[in-house]
């Protein structure tokens, strides 16, 4: 490959293929929107079960007996109410403090309010409860059923609500099937960790090391194999190393050792010989995956927040007819439906998304980008060569 100098071309250009916003704030927007709406769902959830006990509580002839008797809730009953109240409460606050300003969902807000008061109210029952115990007129199992009933409800319009907003993407129908699209075997990885020896970008790569950017040997090889002589003055190139070390600061979160089968998001790294054409590009951008596209260095996709499976080691070796262990990468299309089916955080995104080779080894784990149907259907490179992007 060619030596690429500054001013020949787009050498180091440098876009982000997403919102018109300042790349960094807008990431950092939406990592803030995503925690917060996470930490909101979990609340929605923990309420949701703590709803569902009592409501088989208030469906139980003994507990009935008990509360018409003129006793108050069993404590076991009392503290799921207290419990369901609490997680309300908490999701409604956590809402409007951290995503209110934000999100502009005025039926999300409308209806955690709702939740929220019903909580109090409940509370406030539980309260007074002598009150309606001494009022023979007043069905004190009958009221609570009716008000865990309303929250049940509304838990789940408000848990539809805020899902969009987390990495969880709604279900839709599975995709028709697929050709499995694996690329040429590469090497063990993306970037060989051999030193740089180009004295111009030893220098610059040093001086960018003082300027506080985290530079890693797969940093100066993307370097080094593109055949970049840098100029600190190129705001493409010092773009692309912000947007790696900013990459890089989030903790990178693969499976447990004893995880079988599961999900991991990871930012990426991508070279192609062939460049996947802007329009492609944008089918990787659906709301409902979340994918966030850059091309760094005039030569590197790198995507954020990449959806990848991951089968433990254990599942993919298998032996050859002289006995010889050897990778069995098919096993990343046999077992594509069952995950699908049974890893229901991620049900949304697998049936819209298919893996593609080649499968990349971290841990106990081999890993396979998900890359959207859409994308498949209309483009046969899949990602090509691609690496984990860690610190």
């Known amino acids: ?108 807000t409308s209806l955690l309010e709702q939740l929220s008061h019903m909580a109090d109210d409940i509370l406030s029952l539980l309260d007074s409860m002598e009150v309606f115990l001494l009022n023979p007129q007043v069905n004190l199992s009958e009221v609570l059923r009716r008000r ?12 539809l609500q805020i899902t969009p907003h987390t990495k969880v993407a709604a279900p839709v129908a599975p995709p028709e099937e697929i050709e499995p699209i694996i690329t040429q075997s590469p090497s063990p990885v993306l970037f060989p960790e051999e030193e740089v020896t180009d004295p111009s970008l030893g220098a610059f790569l040093e001086k960018a090391e003082r300027r506080g950017w985290t530079v890693t040997k797969t940093m100066k090889n993307a370097l080094k194999q593109a055949g970049v002589i840098p100029m600190e003055d190129d705001p493409g ?51 409902r995956i979340g994918y966030d596209l850059y091309l760094i260095f005039g030569s590197y996709i790198v995507v954020d927040q990449m959806c990848l499976l991951g089968i433990h080691k254990d599942l993919v070796w298998t032996q050859d007819e002289k006995n010889k262990p050897q990778l069995d990468t098919d096993k990343f299309y046999s077992l594509y439906p069952s995950a699908a089916n049974e890893l229901q955080q991620w049900t949304g995104i697998l049936r819209q998304t298919y893996p593609v080779q080649p499968a990349r080894r971290a841990g106990n784990h081999y890993y396979c980008p998900l890359v959207p149907n859409a994308v498949l259907n209309s483009w046969s490179h899949g990602l090509g060569d691609w690496d984990f992007l860690t610190a």
């Open 1 to 108: 490959m060619s030596t690429l100098r500054h001013g020949a071309g787009n050498s180091y250009r440098f876009k982000h293929y997403c919102l018109e916003t300042d790349p960094k704030t807008e990431r950092q927007q939406r990592h803030h929107t995503t925690h917060i709406s996470e930490s909101i769902l979990e609340l929605i959830d923990a309420a949701s079960e703590s709803a569902q006990e009592v409501e088989n509580f208030l469906n139980c002839a003994k507990t009935i007996a008990h509360l018409n008797s003129g006793k108050t809730p069993p404590r076991t009953m009392d503290r799921r109410i207290r419990k369901m109240c609490g997680k309300l409460q908490s999701a409604s606050l956590c809402f409007n403090r951290g995503l209110a300003d934000t999100l502009n969902e005025p039926t999300l």
């Open 237 to 287: 190139l010092e773009a692309s190393f912000e947007l790696l070390n900013d990459l890089q600061s989030y903790d990178c979160a693969f499976l447990s050792d004893d995880t079988e089968i599961g999900v991991s998001q990871l930012p990426i790294i991508s070279y192609n010989m062939k460049r996947p054409p802007d329009s492609i590009i944008q089918k990787f951008l659906s709301p």
């Open 148 to 159: 865990v009933r309303w929250i049940v409800n509304h838990i789940e319009q408000a848990r």
